[in-house]
């Protein structure tokens, strides 16, 4: 609960602490943000070694935070129908797969990203 006394900068603090505890329960304890997480570390340490230009450093970074970013999204709209309705529902369910197709999505545009940066790196 919000403390009224908090002045802006304390409040930001406060903010900010629970977004990096809400991240470090993501990279913790989901399977799919463990996977994502681990592929951009992969693809970053890859980047240095083929010494990727700043641009596509760019857009590397931009496609890891986004499919980090829809997979977060995914988890939190998948946690929020299970508390909301545990028990198999065929609305629920029609909910949990759009969550999960945005993340596909997100996940193909980066491969598609990636292939464009390192493709021509290995022909």
Request: hydrophobic fraction near 55%; glycine fraction near 8%.
């Amino acid at each position: 609960m919000k403390n009224p006394n908090d002045s802006f900068l304390i409040g930001r603090l406060k903010s900010l602490k629970f977004a990096v505890r809400g991240a470090w329960l993501l990279i913790t304890t989901e399977h799919s943000i463990m996977v994502q997480f681990s592929l951009g570390i992969l693809i970053t340490i890859l980047g240095f070694f083929m010494n990727i230009s700043a641009n596509e450093w760019m857009f590397q970074s931009l496609a890891i935070g986004m499919v980090l970013v829809a997979e977060s999204l995914n988890t939190g709209i998948e946690k929020l129908c299970d508390f909301v309705h545990p028990d198999f529902h065929k609305k629920i369910g029609f909910i949990k797969d759009i969550s999960a197709g945005a993340a596909t999505f997100a996940a193909i545009i980066a491969v598609v990203i990636g292939m464009i940066i390192y493709l021509p790196k290995f022909i």
